[in-house]
């Protein structure tokens, strides 16, 4: 018997430990609630003071404050990090402030908690602009223009913004592709398919082009501008020269002073070979506006007239007025080396 009394308080100390253990279980049991309660109670308090610091920084604002609205929002933000609000208020003030490193931190913030906010999208795009990061505000802007076209399928402006930025970034299959989406809104629209032509020949499609202008001509006989430009497609590939004319000389009716207009009558008698009615034609051009296209029309015209040293004179004043001209370039050399070898 003896042997055994060192196992008794072994075993009464087993029993009472399991009673322990069992009591801590269910406190935990019964405490549990209370303690999430109590973590969802210190976050409520949190969010509160973080709500009342934001309040404070929007009476500032009112006021003219900006220095003490952004203090506001800035104890804001260590109470409530998340709240894209907050963020977008201290980025607006960081950039009325001029302190545009801070204003893109905050809005780049907005755009990771709320990526629909338009606002933090426009304020970055301002802000890229004005830092020249062109292509960085091509991105917000593009956002923005997708956002409205989505959710107004029929609002045409917003097709000929977006077409217009994409045409700055020379993404012509892009802007084609906006001008194309207008198109089906207003199929029997004349300007929207001279814009479209035009972006059409930027972009290679010269037949599309061609097709398109002869519909707009269809529907409006007296657009200018599509007159002109089908005019000018036939002259640069030398086909359909009578038709040219009669298409330009029905353009310079409607807009007898426009330069672009004579450059392309003078061009479509170059190709015809009437060189002397092409220069007439061309000083009109030239007298109405400076234009490096026209001073390489003159030059060109100059040159099979056998006066190179005017055709030398013409061509480098398009280099003066657009220097990254190698077919330009090339003509020169050319008349350089031939003058030199004599």
Sequence with gaps: MGRYTAKAPLKSFFRSDMKFSFLIFLAVLFFMPRVTDAFAFQEKVSISRGLS??????????LGLTERAILEYEKASQFDDASYLIHLRLGTDYARLG???????????VNQLN??????????????????????????????????????????????????LYYSQRKFDRAIEQFENILEVEPSNPDIMYLLGSLYLEAGYDQKGIDIFKIAVEIDPQHDGCLNSLAYVYAEKEENLSEA????NRALVISPNNGAYFDTLGWIYFKKGDYQKS?????????????????????????????ADEALKYWKLSLELLPDQDKVS?????????????
């Design 53 to 62: 610091h934001y309040a404070v920084g929007q009476m500032y604002d009112l």
């Design 99 to 109: 302190m545009l490193e801070e204003a893109t931190r905050e809005l780049l913030l």
């Design 115 to 164: 990526e629909s906010e338009l606002q933090s999208h426009y304020l970055l795009a301002l802000i890229y602009s004005n830092t020249k990061e062109y292509d960085k505000a091509a991105v917000e802007y593009e956002y923005i223009l997708k956002t409205f076209s989505s959710a107004e399928p029929q609002n045409i402006e917003i097709y000929g913004y977006l077409g217009q």
């Design 245 to 248: 004319l009669d298409l330009i």
């Design 279 to 307: 220069l007439e034609s061309l000083i009109k051009a030239d007298s109405a506006m400076e234009d490096p296209v026209i001073y390489d029309h003159i030059g060109d015209v100059y040159f099979v007239m056998n006066n």
């Design 330 to 342: 090339q003509k020169i050399d050319n008349v350089n080396n031939e003058q030199a070898s004599k």
